[in-house]
Each structure stands twice: as structure tokens, then as C-alpha cells.
Nanobody, 120 residues
């Protein structure tokens, strides 16, 4: 059974930091591209960051470039999102997503999300 379980969300003051984690199971983690998305109230879900399975190439949304860092540990089936210099507009539910091929078929999986609130 495939599972993606996010953790690490919470309440933080503007300018602070948080590190999110996503624990994956039930698929070959190292062969999947991992992404973080977020969705703020009354807004569409947007891609925050991605990391390729093979060479670890990363990509970021314009709103978080230079502040957020995505990383992965293929030995522990974990993907992380280090968030620095947080702003109130970063408040959202953050989701982990996995994309890849298993048994010749394309799959994508979502976690349940973790809430991040940036407020003084």
C-alpha cells in the first residue's frame, strides 16, 4: 500500500524557519520524482519544489526561490522541504507528491498534507 505522510508543519513567526518531511512507502522511492505543492485558502494548488529521482536536479516555484530547499534521502525514503525566511503568504497546506513508473505504468501519489501558518 502506497503512503506519503507529511510532518513538520505548524505555526511560525514571519522570518522564521520550518522543515517539512515526507515519509514514503509502498513504491520504489528512489525511482520517483518527488514534489512539494501547497494550497492556500481559496487559491489553486501550486507546485513549490521538485527533485528528480536520478541526479537530484531541483526546481522551484518563483515565489520560493532562494528561501526554500528541497532534498531527499533515498536510503530512508524521505523527502524534505527546508523553508527559511517565511512570509505570511507562505501560509498553506503543504502536500507531498510522487511521480514515476511502476510495472510499466505511470503513477502519481499524494500525501494528506500538513498545515503551515506564518503569523505574528
Amino acid at each position: 500500500q502506497v503512503q506519503l505522510v507529511e510532518s513538520g508543519g505548524g505555526l511560525v513567526q514571519p522570518g522564521g524557519s520550518l522543515k517539512l518531511s515526507c515519509a514514503a512507502s509502498g513504491f520504489t522511492f528512489s525511482s520517483y520524482t518527488m514534489r512539494w505543492y501547497r494550497q492556500a485558502p481559496e487559491k489553486e494548488r501550486e507546485m513549490v519544489a521538485s527533485i528528480i529521482n536520478s541526479d537530484g536536479f531541483t526546481n522551484y516555484g518563483d515565489s520560493v526561490k532562494g528561501r526554500f530547499t528541497i532534498s531527499r534521502d533515498n536510503t530512508k525514503n524521505l523527502v524534505y522541504l527546508q523553508m527559511n525566511s517565511l512570509k505570511p503568504e507562505d501560509t498553506a497546506v503543504y502536500y507531498c507528491r510522487a511521480d514515476g513508473v511502476t510495472d510499466g505504468r505511470w503513477h502519481n501519489y499524494w500525501g494528506q498534507g500538513t498545515q503551515v501558518i506564518v503569523s505574528s
